[in-house]
């Protein structure tokens, strides 16, 4: 188990540092933090750490489901737009 969480871990830091590179070239002053855990929902994560963090804005990805495939599969964005303190921008990926 632990093996696994560290190479989540690794792996979603490789995410956030590739995906930040553009933001750090314009000279967008930003945080991120990357969060692992098995016993909680990952929007009531994301929003404790929003309330933490002196953020104006939480930017998260999103699939654009719709339908059926959106109802199965659920949204964290979603549930995190339902819950979030702070404004969020959501980024429909392609």
């Known amino acids: ?23 750090l070239e314009a000279g967008i002053q930003y945080d991120s933090k990357c969060i692992t855990t098995f016993n909680k929902h990952i ?30 599969l659920g949204s964290v964005a979603e549930a995190l737009a339902r819950i979030s303190s702070k404004p969020l921008l959501l980024i429909r990926g392609a």
Not at 1 to 6: A, G, I, L, P, W
């Open 1 to 23: 188990m632990v093996e696994r969480q560290s190479a989540l871990q690794a792996e979603g830091q490789k995410v956030i540092d590739d995906g930040s590179a553009p933001a």
């Open 43 to 72: 929007y009531d994560l994301i929003e404790e750490e929003a309330k933490r963090w002196p953020a104006d804005l939480i930017v998260i990805g999103t699939h654009g489901r719709r339908g059926l495939s959106r109802l199965f």
